[in-house]
């Protein structure tokens, strides 16, 4: 007669912690899993499998790597696979060598890169402008829309909103994606090319990971609220400005020169504050 073996539940408290542990840390990755999913089996969006793998071997080896060098602790590889796998979507190269070295520029812009002991760029936004800047001959970015199949890109929308408001982000993507709508409305004017040309770069899988991913970043936006819907509205102008000027990989530098000019105007500020501070408390 075989005998069952009874666990016993945590206490409620308990299971809160772990439910949020389990969702900050395993939620992003599955979601971003379902984009490149629903994004291949739709269009075969990916180079190749073996490519994308590469990428993300190679940037969650090197995390592992830095992080146990520099800090002498093992880093959970959620942020390394969320890395790795933007990189393996967004990068197009006929080789394999680009999407290795993106992801390690990426993950080492975390380690090197850094003000105050934090790091300024968005690792991915980082690894890819390098790249657009450094190999345009050799590497371009995922371009393709979702065209006529809507159901992949609402069910896309509702997940990533979902996970976004959990992790008290969603002002920042709501704020981005209807500046950028406003702006295409006024490209259009200004160009007099179509509107739906103009706001059709926003149903793609490329700007799901833009949203949701890059500008949403805990680790690279600024403290408040207000501050974070004002940059991402500045990235949104900045792009359409590289957008007249006929800058194909617009959101990118966007983010590239806009995200970090915020954090480095936030450092500073708070330094004049604790300056004054304690020149008032030495009186």
Request: charged share 10%; net charge positive.
């Amino acid at each position: 007669m075989s005998q069952q073996i009874i666990v016993p539940a945590p206490p409620p408290a308990e299971r809160g912690k772990v439910s949020a542990i389990l969702d900050s840390r395993y939620l992003p990755p599955i979601f971003i899993t379902c984009i490149l999913l629903a994004g291949h089996l739709s269009f075969g969006m990916l180079e190749s499998y073996q490519k994308t793998l590469l990428a993300i071997a190679t940037s969650i080896l090197t995390e592992l790597v830095l992080a146990r060098t520099l800090t002498g602790k093992w880093p959970h590889p959620a942020s390394a696979y969320i890395t790795g796998i933007s990189v393996g979507i967004l990068i197009r190269s006929p080789a394999f060598w680009p999407y290795a070295l993106c992801s390690a520029i990426s993950i080492a812009s975390k380690y090197v890169l850094r003000v105050k002991g934090r790091h300024i760029w968005n690792p991915s936004n980082f690894g890819i402008s390098a790249m657009l800047f450094m190999a345009p001959e050799t590497v371009a970015t995922l371009s393709i829309q979702w065209g006529n199949y809507l159901l992949p890109l609402i069910v896309i929308w509702i997940l990533g909103c979902v996970i976004v408001w959990r992790v008290r982000r969603l002002h920042i993507t709501a704020t981005y994606v209807v500046s950028f709508l406003g702006f295409a409305f006024l490209r259009s004017w200004m160009t007099g090319s179509p509107w739906q040309s103009e706001i059709a770069p926003i149903t793609g899988p490329m700007y799901q990971l833009f949203v949701f991913f890059m500008v949403t970043d805990p680790k690279t936006t600024v403290r408040s609220r207000t501050g974070q819907c004002v940059v991402v509205f500045l990235v949104a102008l900045a792009e359409m400005v590289m957008r007249l000027r006929q800058i194909v990989y617009a959101p990118f530098y966007a983010l590239f020169l806009v995200g970090p000019s915020a954090l480095l105007l936030e450092m500073w500020l708070d330094s004049r504050r604790a300056n004054a501070a304690k020149m008032m408390a030495a009186r």
